[in-house]
């Protein structure tokens, strides 16, 4: 069974620009999460979504967004970026819309804005 | 609201010692999952072990168990039989309804020869 993958694993763009990352969970879940960790402020919480409807978003503003398709993958996509949106961006996938025992997070998607 | 505290920012271990990565939470929702995840440097959240807000027993995976204290709202991770490959960050998490984590800051575990 695949595990979650997240593509590509390490970006580098330059700021004002905008990028796509995207997240391919376990086959059969259908919840993906997202989170951004870097050093100064760990791990936070962007945005969920099940069965394609974003349930929970986290506290970043509206450059930041995402979607999920019919198969479940997820995309997150942030415009205009800036210096301080460097960072590892991790997918994390569920079965269940709640009550999970098991949540899998995918390699990370570094980013890097110069 | 949540909270997950990890107040070990770092621990050394002696190879094949055991050794306990503290947590505490904070929260008023009746039902919650406690989870614990291991970061080596490659990046990747590696799951380790889940706790029940509900569940009687303390949770074990091979050498990992959790020692879950709901009154004390403690959820300390204990790594038995330490060994070199166990060197990471280790994550204590919450989830919330909805599958939103609340992680701690994690401890930085280093394994000694």
């Known amino acids: 069974k695949a595990g979650v993958t997240q593509t590509p694993r390490y970006l580098i763009k330059t700021r004002g620009q905008q990028v796509t990352l995207s997240c391919s969970p376990i086959?059969?879940?259908?919840?993906v999460s997202w989170y951004q960790q870097t050093p100064g402020q760990g791990l936070q919480f962007l945005f969920e979504y099940f069965s394609e409807t974003q349930r929970n978003k986290g506290n970043f503003p509206g450059r930041f967004s995402g979607r999920q398709f019919s198969n479940s993958r997820s995309e997150m996509n942030v415009s205009t970026l800036e210096l301080g949106d460097s960072a590892l961006y991790l997918c994390?996938?569920?079965?269940?819309?709640?009550?999970?025992?098991?949540?899998?997070f995918g390699q990370g998607t570094r980013l890097t804005v110069v | 609201a949540q909270k997950i505290t990890q107040t070990q920012p770092g621990m050394f271990v002696q190879e094949k010692e055991a050794v306990t990565l503290d947590c505490t939470y904070d929260?008023?929702?009746?039902?919650?999952?406690l989870f614990w995840y291991k970061q080596p440097s490659s990046g990747e959240m590696i799951f380790l072990i889940y706790q029940g807000s509900y569940d009687q027993q303390n949770a074990t995976e091979g050498r990992y168990s959790l020692n879950f204290q709901k009154a004390r709202k403690s959820a300390n991770l204990v790594i038995s039989a330490s060994q070199l490959g166990d060197s990471a960050m280790y994550f204590c998490a919450m989830m919330k309804p909805g599958n939103q984590f609340y992680f701690g800051t994690g401890t930085s575990l280093t394994v000694i020869p």
């Open positions: 929260t008023s929702d009746p039902s919650y999952g």
């Open positions: 994390a996938s569920s079965s269940r819309p709640a009550e999970n025992t098991e949540a899998f």
């Open positions: 086959s059969g879940h259908r919840s």
